[in-house]
């Protein structure tokens, strides 16, 4: 007859099997790694990007294009986690370059965090970059993007930069109005103080000018590319996408592949630590193993003087003191 014992066995192997089975039967399927197709390779500078189809508008979210006359500033922030840092480093680029857009600043450093690429220790590397796009080319930009593997993060917004643009402009017309009139006196002015102060207040009205249509400068230029932010982090552990709808295997399968994940990252980090504390722990072994000796030695010395010793004779009833 079985005992307890038997039965428990038999109970876990059961609920590890069950859960082996979950976890294949509902595992995804893998991706394979990403081809760079002829379609997303860098075109030749000659040639431009193709124009976004109206069915890839409609899904990208963005608002509708804005009305004729207004300034908008389009701007747009992606996050990036790869196993292939340079191959997707280099797809970026030549994607901005099949843009027509440029680079306003573009950095690659490696991590101080140290990542585990089997056996072997290595920096994980990640790039920072900021580009401006052809406004008209931005659709098919983002649409690109939006076809790379590991986007983790994607951020888009418009600013509506009109009321800013014409309030520049009314000030300009109104500088220039009083650097004419200026000028105007100074022409008529015979005395040599007058002209002197007529020219201070025209300088200052050309530095105001100058700073005005520096401003509306930057505007356009905000206006007509759109500033893209760039961020790419490369990983040495397969990146999970994001499933919709997933099936009670699937969440299985994921919570027990970052568990297992979890588990492996504490080992090295534990091996990691005692490898570093290991010369205190040294350190702090020899004087502890000293004071253990040394009190183990006093307890058998202790002990054998108590051996030597001989007991006290017992004592009768008849020769207790009388009270």
């Not at 796009?133 to 590991?150: E, N, S």
């Not at 509306?216 to 499933?243: C, K, M, W, Y």
Request: charged content about 20%; aromatic content about 6%.
């Amino acid at each position: 007859m079985p005992t307890k014992r038997q039965h428990i066995v038999l109970t876990l192997c059961c609920i590890i099997l069950a859960f082996v089975w979950c976890g294949c039967s509902g595992a995804p399927a893998r991706t394979p790694p990403m081809q760079y197709d002829a379609q997303y390779a860098p075109a030749p500078a000659a040639t431009s990007a193709p124009a976004p189809a109206p069915a890839a508008e409609k899904e990208s979210g963005e608002t509708p294009k804005a009305a004729e006359g207004r300034k908008i500033a389009r701007s747009a922030e992606y996050r990036l986690v790869t196993m292939q840092f340079d191959q997707d480093l280099q797809f970026v680029r030549g994607l901005v370059q099949q843009a027509g857009g440029y680079f306003e600043s573009s950095q690659v450093s490696s991590n101080q965090s140290v990542s585990y690429k089997g056996e072997q220790a290595v920096q994980a590397r990640s790039a920072h970059m900021v580009a401006r796009i052809p406004v008209d080319q931005t659709d098919a930009f983002i649409a690109q993007m939006r076809m790379m593997k590991g986007i983790g993060n994607e951020s888009l917004s418009d600013v509506d930069m009109t009321d800013q643009y014409v309030d520049n402009q009314l000030r300009i017309g109104v500088l220039e109005q009083n650097l004419t009139r200026l000028q105007d006196l100074q022409a008529q002015s015979t005395e040599i103080e007058t002209i002197i102060r007529l020219q201070r207040e025209m300088n200052d009205i050309l530095l105001q000018l100058d700073n005005l249509k520096g401003k509306l400068r930057n505007i356009d230029g905000q206006v007509e590319h759109a500033r893209i932010t760039l961020s790419i982090q490369e990983t040495f552990e397969p990146v999970l996408q994001p499933v919709v709808n997933e099936t009670l295997g699937q969440r299985m399968h994921g919570s027990f592949v970052r568990s297992t994940n979890g588990v492996f990252a504490f080992m090295r980090g534990l091996v990691v630590f005692l490898s570093g504390a290991l010369p205190v722990l040294v350190l702090f072994a020899v004087p502890a193993g000293i004071v253990l000796l040394v009190v183990r030695l006093a307890t058998r010395s202790a002990r054998r003087a108590a051996k030597k010793t001989p007991p006290p004779p017992p004592t009768s009833p008849k020769d207790a003191p009388e009270r």
